[in-house]
C-alpha cells in the first residue's frame, strides 16, 4: 500500500499575497530534508504539503521525523494513498486504519470531498467507509461527538487519501521567512533555546561564541559545537563563529574595578556581535537572557549593555521563568548536553559583587581604563568560523 505524508500549515495560511512566497520556502525546506530519506516529491495544493515516496527506499519513518521539526507546519499525519472508487477506497481503509485503532473504544469517520465529481457526499462516504471499518473491527464502538480517534477520508484531485491520528508540527513560520539573526550561544541552558524560539518565528540562525582559552577547555568548546549541532536539527546548517575574549578578558582583570566585570565583558561582546552581524547580513542579535535570573539580566544592566549595539536585540526567553526555559530545552533536546559542567567565558573572571543597579557613567569611565576599540578589533581577529551541518 502507497503511504505519504500530508503536511498542514498554521499562520502562513493568513499571510494574503505573501501566501505563495511562505509556502514556496517551506516546499524548499522540506525539499533539501527530504534529500537525506531518499526520493521523495514535495508538492502543495489546497493549504495541504504532499510528501510523496517515488520508490521503495525512500524511509518515510524518517522523513516524518524530520518533517515534523519543520517550522511553519501545525500538522501532519502519514495518509494511504488509493484509487478515487469506492470499492478501493473501502479496502484501503479496512487494510490499513486498523493499527490506528488498536486499544481505542471509539472512532468516527470524517468525509471531505474535495473532488465535487466524486458521486458519494462527505456525509455518504463517512458512513460507507465507517461501516467498512467497523466490519474488519467489531468491538470499537461509532461516536460522533467524542471520538478517540477520527478517521479522515478525503477525495481530492490527484486520489483519495485515509488517514487516522495527527501530530503536531513544529508550529511557527518557515525558516528564512523572518531574515537572519545572530545567536549569542553559550553553553548553558538558554541560550540554545533563545535560538530555537526565534527560528520557530522564522529567523535563519547564525552563531556566534565566545570563549577564554586556556581559561575556558576545548572540551568547552565542543560542548557549545555540540548544542549549535542538536539546533541545527530543527533549523538546518549553522555557521558557528567563534571568538576570543582572553586578552579582553585580562585586560579588565588588570585595569578594571572587580564589581564591573561582567557588565564590562558583556558590552564587549555586544559590541563583537553587533559587527559581525552586520558583515553577516544578520538583522537582529539573538540572546539567552531572562530578567531578573542574574546581575546582568536586571533591567538596568541590559539597557547598560544594550546602549553598544545600533540593531534589534531579541531576548524571547526574557519572560520566561527557569522552569519553562527547562522544559523547552527539553523539548529543543539541548538540555542534556547544556547541563554538562564546563566553564565558560562569563564563569572565569567572576566578580563577587556584580553590579545589580550599574550607572552608565560610572560603567563608561570604567571601560575608559582600557583601549576598547583596540581590544574589539584584535578580538574580531581571532575569529574562527565553524560549518555545523544539520543531521536529520
Ligand atoms: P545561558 O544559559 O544561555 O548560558 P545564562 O543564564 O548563563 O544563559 P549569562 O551567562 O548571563 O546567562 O548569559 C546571558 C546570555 O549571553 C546568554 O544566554 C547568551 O546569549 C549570551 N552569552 C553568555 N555567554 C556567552 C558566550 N560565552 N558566548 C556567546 N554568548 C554568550
Ligand atoms: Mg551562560
Same mark, same amino acid.
Given at each position: 500500500?502507497?503511504?505519504?505524508?500530508?503536511?498542514?500549515?498554521?499562520?502562513?495560511?493568513?499571510?494574503?499575497?505573501?501566501?505563495?512566497?511562505?509556502?514556496?520556502?517551506?516546499?524548499?525546506?522540506?525539499? *533539501?530534508?527530504?534529500?537525506?530519506?531518499?526520493?521523495?516529491?514535495? !508538492?502543495?495544493?489546497?493549504?495541504?504539503?504532499?510528501?510523496?515516496?517515488?520508490?521503495?527506499?525512500?524511509?518515510?519513518?524518517?522523513?516524518?521525523?524530520?518533517?515534523?521539526?519543520?517550522?511553519?507546519?501545525?500538522?501532519?499525519?502519514?495518509?494511504?494513498?488509493?484509487?478515487?472508487?469506492?470499492?478501493?477506497?473501502?479496502?484501503?481503509?479496512?487494510?490499513?486504519?486498523?493499527?490506528?485503532?488498536?486499544?481505542?473504544?471509539?472512532?468516527?469517520? %470524517?468525509?471531505?470531498?474535495?473532488?465535487?465529481?466524486?458521486?458519494? =457526499?462527505?456525509?455518504?462516504?463517512?458512513?460507507?467507509?465507517?461501516?467498512?471499518?467497523?466490519?474488519?473491527?467489531?468491538?470499537?464502538?461509532?461516536?460522533?461527538?467524542?471520538?478517540?480517534?477520527?478517521?479522515?477520508?478525503?477525495? *481530492?484531485?490527484?486520489?483519495?487519501?485515509?488517514?487516522?491520528? +495527527?501530530?503536531?508540527?513544529?508550529?511557527?513560520?518557515?525558516?528564512?521567512?523572518?531574515?537572519?539573526?545572530?545567536?549569542?550561544?553559550?553553553?548553558?541552558?538558554?541560550?540554545?533555546?533563545?535560538?530555537?524560539?526565534?527560528?520557530?518565528?522564522?529567523? *535563519?540562525? %547564525?552563531?556566534?561564541?565566545?570563549?577564554?582559552?586556556?581559561?575556558?577547555?576545548?572540551?568547552?568548546?565542543?560542548?557549545?559545537?555540540?548544542?549549535?549541532?542538536?539546533?541545527?536539527?530543527?533549523?538546518? =546548517?549553522?555557521?558557528?563563529?567563534?571568538?576570543?575574549?582572553?586578552?579582553?578578558? %585580562?585586560?579588565?582583570?588588570?585595569?578594571?574595578?572587580? =564589581?564591573?566585570?561582567?557588565?564590562?565583558?558583556?558590552?564587549?561582546?555586544?559590541?563583537?556581535?553587533? *559587527?559581525?552581524?552586520?558583515?553577516?547580513?544578520?538583522?537582529?542579535?539573538?540572546?539567552?537572557?531572562?530578567?531578573?535570573?542574574?546581575? !546582568?539580566?536586571?533591567?538596568?544592566?541590559?539597557?547598560?549593555?544594550?546602549?553598544?549595539?545600533?540593531?534589534?536585540?531579541?531576548?524571547?526567553?526574557?519572560?520566561?521563568?527557569?522552569?519553562?526555559?527547562?522544559?523547552?530545552?527539553?523539548?529543543?533536546?539541548?538540555?542534556?548536553?547544556?547541563?554538562?559542567?564546563?566553564? =565558560?567565558?562569563?564563569?572565569?573572571?567572576?566578580?563577587?559583587?556584580?553590579?545589580?543597579?550599574?550607572?552608565?557613567?560610572?560603567?563608561?569611565?570604567?571601560? +575608559?581604563?582600557?583601549?576598547?576599540?583596540?581590544?574589539?578589533? %584584535?578580538?574580531?581577529?581571532?575569529?574562527?568560523?565553524?560549518?555545523?551541518?544539520?543531521?536529520?
Amino acid at each position: 500500500m502507497k503511504e505519504i505524508i500530508l503536511c498542514k500549515y498554521g499562520e502562513i495560511v493568513l499571510k494574503g499575497a505573501n501566501r505563495g512566497y511562505f509556502e514556496d520556502m517551506l516546499c524548499k525546506t522540506l525539499r *533539501r530534508r527530504a534529500a537525506h530519506f531518499g526520493n521523495f516529491e514535495v !508538492s502543495r495544493s489546497q493549504s495541504t504539503i504532499y510528501i510523496e515516496p517515488k520508490d521503495d527506499f525512500a524511509d518515510i519513518d524518517g522523513m516524518f521525523a524530520a518533517a515534523s521539526r519543520v517550522f511553519g507546519i501545525i500538522a501532519l499525519n502519514r495518509a494511504a494513498v488509493c484509487e478515487k472508487n469506492m470499492d478501493a477506497i473501502r479496502d484501503t481503509a479496512k487494510e490499513y486504519i486498523p493499527q490506528f485503532l488498536e486499544g481505542k473504544r471509539t472512532f468516527k469517520v %470524517e468525509g471531505k470531498r474535495s473532488d465535487k465529481r466524486f458521486p458519494l =457526499d462527505s456525509m455518504q462516504l463517512a458512513r460507507e467507509i465507517g461501516g467498512a471499518i467497523l466490519s474488519v473491527c467489531p468491538r470499537i464502538k461509532v461516536d460522533v461527538h467524542n471520538p478517540e480517534v477520527t478517521v479522515r477520508v478525503e477525495i *481530492r484531485e490527484a486520489g483519495a487519501y485515509v488517514h487516522a491520528g +495527527q501530530c503536531a508540527g513544529a508550529g511557527g513560520l518557515p525558516i528564512g521567512s523572518a531574515g537572519n539573526g545572530l545567536l549569542l550561544l553559550s553553553g548553558g541552558i538558554d541560550s540554545p533555546v533563545a535560538g530555537w524560539m526565534m527560528a520557530k518565528r522564522g529567523v *535563519r540562525l %547564525e552563531a556566534i561564541h565566545f570563549e577564554s582559552f586556556p581559561y575556558t577547555s576545548e572540551r568547552a568548546r565542543q560542548k557549545v559545537l555540540d548544542l549549535a549541532s542538536i539546533v541545527a536539527g530543527w533549523v538546518g =546548517d549553522i555557521n558557528v563563529h567563534i571568538v576570543s575574549l582572553t586578552h579582553i578578558q %585580562e585586560e579588565l582583570a588588570k585595569n578594571c574595578t572587580e =564589581d564591573y566585570f561582567t557588565l564590562l565583558l558583556r558590552r564587549y561582546m555586544m559590541t563583537i556581535a553587533n *559587527r559581525i552581524a552586520k558583515e553577516r547580513n544578520c538583522g537582529a542579535l539573538i540572546t539567552g537572557e531572562s530578567l531578573g535570573q542574574v546581575a !546582568s539580566q536586571t533591567m538596568q544592566a541590559i539597557s547598560v549593555t544594550d546602549a553598544v549595539t545600533d540593531m534589534p536585540v531579541f531576548r524571547p526567553c526574557i519572560g520566561l521563568d527557569k522552569e519553562e526555559i527547562i522544559r523547552l530545552s527539553r523539548k529543543v533536546g539541548t538540555f542534556e548536553t547544556s547541563i554538562l559542567p564546563f566553564e =565558560d567565558c562569563c564563569t572565569v573572571f567572576t566578580p563577587r559583587h556584580p553590579k545589580t543597579r550599574p550607572e552608565m557613567e560610572k560603567v563608561i569611565a570604567e571601560e +575608559q581604563k582600557v583601549d576598547f576599540e583596540a581590544l574589539v578589533e %584584535e578580538a574580531i581577529g581571532t575569529i574562527n568560523t565553524v560549518r555545523i551541518m544539520a543531521e536529520y
